[in-house]
């Protein structure tokens, strides 16, 4: 195997306990067969999410003690908005609690009752804002997305004909915006193209049709371009980053990923006339335009996340991480998404327990059995998180049945990652012994957080 070795060093731990089989089972039950539910104590390898999760570094840790808390004009504000504008070349910044806020408020802002707003695949908080605005979501990325065998390496791309096929049928003043994402996260965290999105954003101009992008793991995305997309080697992952942001005409972004920080997030724009709705908005919802629901000190600690996501040694190393223990799930003949993407490894639990029909949830079963294998959290990405159909009530049946196994940054070494793959080798033998899942409490809004099972 080949190793990259972490480009920093540990100077502060935390400790980790596992615990027996007998008491995960137990543990497991009681949490309604839902790891959300678990406390994080009882879990040893924690791949819920890559969300929020980071490690931060000395110099964000120092940043924190900056924090200029006024109610207004705080200094952390203008060094976050240039961060912004330097790294990725935004004009406008509205600061926001996380991605969701901001999610809520270009929903607010652009969508009216009845329009459509097509993406590159969605994210269940996109998507629930754009449908809470009266919006209508239609997925128009590339077949292979929705394909866990196909190789295509930039899955995120936008299909041109289906998007220009909505933009002929509906119009384009019926269309919101595109709200396209890097990398795109329900589809394994899977990159789009450079070339892909000049296409994209060629077509949107002569309909008039903005892209907002949902910039999460952007830096990510760029680096899956520097190494895959053929004429952008030479390119630094700062560069395509920048590149990427103007070809689209604002932002969303949850901080909690490639800006690795524990909470916080923005809306950036280029159009001053949104700006200045965006400000006004940002009132209502998160607080004044200058904090926007974050303390002083994380918008510091953003602004130097910032910076450092676009670093290419960390970029690299986060990135083999993640195909460190893709690669030994792959060569152990373990059912994965293809290509493993930036952010986590995605098992396809469709193919891992076929015995299990996807109405008892296969994917949420597979959370369930790695938990008591391994001590090991992940998150069901299939007909649980799918949710239902607003007009007929029954859930809607996702092409994809996965287990998302998501990587934090910078927060565990090979070693845990060596850890993981044998617990799911071993629950792969055992995988015949798995059983389906009956829902018994269902809650309204993104019910994978909070519903409970029982076993079939
Ligand atoms: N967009 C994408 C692509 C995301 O992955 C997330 C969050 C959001 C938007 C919302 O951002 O959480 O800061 O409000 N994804 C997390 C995850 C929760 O586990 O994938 P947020």
């Known amino acids: 195997k080949s190793h990259r070795a972490e480009p920093y060093k540990i100077k502060m731990v935390e400790p980790i306990k596992k615990l027996t089989r007998s008491e995960r089972e137990r543990l497991i039950a009681a949490a309604g067969y839902?790891?959300?539910?678990?406390?994080?104590?009882?879990?040893?390898?924690?791949?819920?999410?890559?969300?929020?999760?980071?490690?931060?570094?000395?110099?964000?840790?120092?940043?924190?003690?900056?924090?200029?808390?006024?109610?207004?004009?705080?200094?952390?504000?203008?060094?976050?908005?240039?961060?912004?504008?330097?790294?990725?070349?935004?004009?406008?910044v509205v600061p926001t609690h996380q991605g969701r806020g901001a999610e809520h408020l270009i929903s607010r802002m652009l969508i009216r009752p009845g329009m459509y707003v097509p993406g590159n695949m969605y994210f269940a908080s996109t998507r629930l804002h754009q449908e809470l605005a009266g919006g209508i979501f239609k997925d128009v990325i590339v077949d292979e997305a929705h394909d866990p065998y196909s190789t295509h390496p930039f899955k995120g791309d936008v299909d041109l004909l289906k998007l220009e096929k909505l933009i002929l049928e509906t119009g384009a003043g019926n269309i919101a915006y595109l709200s396209l994402a890097t990398t795109v996260n329900m589809a394994g965290g899977q990159p789009i193209s450079l070339g892909n999105l000049q296409q994209v954003r060629q077509l949107t101009l002569q309909h008039g049709v903005r892209i907002i992008h949902d910039m999460a793991r952007v830096a990510e995305n760029a680096y899956m371009i520097q190494q895959h997309e053929p004429g952008h080697q030479h390119k630094t992952v700062a560069a395509i980053v920048k590149e990427i942001c103007a070809l689209t005409d604002g932002a969303v972004m949850s901080g909690k990923k490639d800006a690795l920080v524990n909470i916080g997030g923005f809306l950036a724009l280029n159009d001053q006339g949104l700006y200045e709705e965006a400000k006004n908005l940002v009132i209502v919802y998160e607080g004044m335009h200058t904090y926007g629901g974050m303390a002083g000190r994380d918008m510091e600690?953003?602004?130097?996340?910032?910076?450092?996501?676009?670093?290419?040694?960390?970029?690299?190393?986060?990135?083999?991480?993640?195909?460190?223990?893709?690669?030994?799930?792959?060569?152990?003949?373990?059912?994965?998404?293809?290509?493993?993407?930036?952010?986590?490894?995605?098992?396809?639990?469709?193919?891992?327990?076929?015995?299990?029909?996807?109405?008892?949830?296969?994917?949420?079963?597979?959370?369930?059995?790695?938990?008591?294998?391994?001590?090991?959290?992940?998150?069901?990405?299939?007909?649980?998180?799918?949710?239902?159909?607003?007009?007929?009530?029954?859930?809607?049946?996702?092409?994809?049945?996965?287990?998302?196994?998501?990587?934090?940054?910078?927060v565990y070494t090979l070693a845990h990652l060596d850890m993981v793959a044998e617990a799911i080798m071993a629950t792969f033998k055992n995988k015949d012994n798995i059983r389906g899942l009956e829902m018994v409490f269902e809650p309204k809004y993104m019910r994978f957080f909070q519903a409970r099972f029982q076993q079939v």
């Open 301 to 410: 600690a953003m602004a130097i996340g910032i910076a450092e996501s676009v670093e290419e040694e960390h970029i690299a190393y986060r990135v083999h991480q993640v195909h460190y223990l893709g690669d030994q799930l792959k060569d152990a003949g373990i059912p994965v998404v293809n290509p493993i993407g930036t952010h986590g490894v995605y098992l396809n639990a469709a193919a891992f327990l076929p015995h299990i029909p996807q109405v008892q949830f296969p994917a949420q079963a597979l959370t369930v059995a790695l938990y008591q294998e391994g001590g090991i959290r992940s998150v069901e990405r299939g007909i649980l998180s799918a949710g239902r159909n607003k007009e007929t009530g029954d859930h809607h049946y996702p092409k994809l049945e996965l287990v998302r196994l998501a990587i934090p940054r910078r």
């Open 34 to 92: 839902n790891a959300f539910q678990l406390k994080a104590e009882e879990v040893y390898i924690d791949l819920l999410t890559d969300s929020g999760t980071g490690a931060m570094s000395d110099r964000q840790w120092a940043g924190l003690m900056m924090g200029d808390e006024s109610y207004s004009g705080s200094r952390n504000f203008y060094n976050l908005e240039a961060a912004v504008q330097q790294y990725y070349g935004y004009r406008f």
